[in-house]
């Protein structure tokens, strides 16, 4: 072996490591899979959902608790699909998997006016499929593929285009109360991924309906985050890990935090905005007490 094959095999184990521990330590912080769990893998084919799958059978071996893995992915019809490679990956590895089929290709195309993106109606549609599909089959868990560049690319999306604070939780349960989701890639950078996902040379499916679609927002938020990780290399982590270490006292949140009782003197009667702004005419002021100086 060259030193230059040594070198990449060492730095191939170190990646290895450092995706097996984060995604380990993510799962066990957030009490993502227990004893007895039927996870149930969402895979798009791309390199994320890939190296969420691999890991996760990797940890399944040695886990300290017993829990079944399931593949799952939606055929949505869109052109130049090529509905053998999933299959022949999956049967190669020994994965149990379902492939679901729904034409939301053609539903989209319908409905969302050209030139305007197509994926929050895709997104919503696929979602569709993959809860029936769960609760009908009785999976516990749904895992997905996104990892920390994507929750800190949406919590950016939020703040900046819908003014809140809010990003993609690593466990989450569903508007309709029935599906507990996790990300167990939520503390694992995506250029990791990228790379293992290359050294692994997963047969990588491209989204031809939405993939070249990708919002000019996103892309916006990629490009900004990428020039801050290449001037100050760390920031994105930092952001990240400012979103497992927030403190409601020191935001502005009313829900979230009481100001209005903080220090108040009384428990009741405290003017409302209008009376502040506007002034209230029949309310009667008693002057504000004046303490008297001391005579020289």
Partial sequence: MSLADADSSVDHQKLHKRLRHQVGRAIADYRMIEEGDRVMVCLSGGKDSYTLLDILRQLQAKAPVRFELHAVHLDQKQPDYDATIL??????????????EQDTYSVVKRVVPEGKTMCGLCSRLRRGSLYSFAEREGYTRIALGHHRDDIVETMFLNLFYHAKLSAMPPKLRSDDGKH??????????????AAWAHARQYPIMPCNLCGSQETLQRKAIKAMLGEW???????????FR???DVR????????LFDFAALGAHAAAG???????LAGDAGRERKPFPIPLLAAD
């Fill in 180 to 193: 507990i989701l996790i990300r167990p890639l939520a503390y694992c950078a995506e250029d990791d991924i």
């Fill in 229 to 239: 990780e290449r001037k100050t290399p760390g920031r994105v982590d930092n952001v």
């Fill in 248 to 255: 409601p006292s020191q935001l502005a949140d009313r829900a």
């Fill in 87 to 100: 299959p022949r990956y999956l049967e190669s590895i020994g994965m149990p998997y379902t492939i679901l």
């Fill in 242 to 244: 400012a979103l497992t």
């Fill in 270 to 276: 405290a003017p409302t905005p209008a009376e502040w």
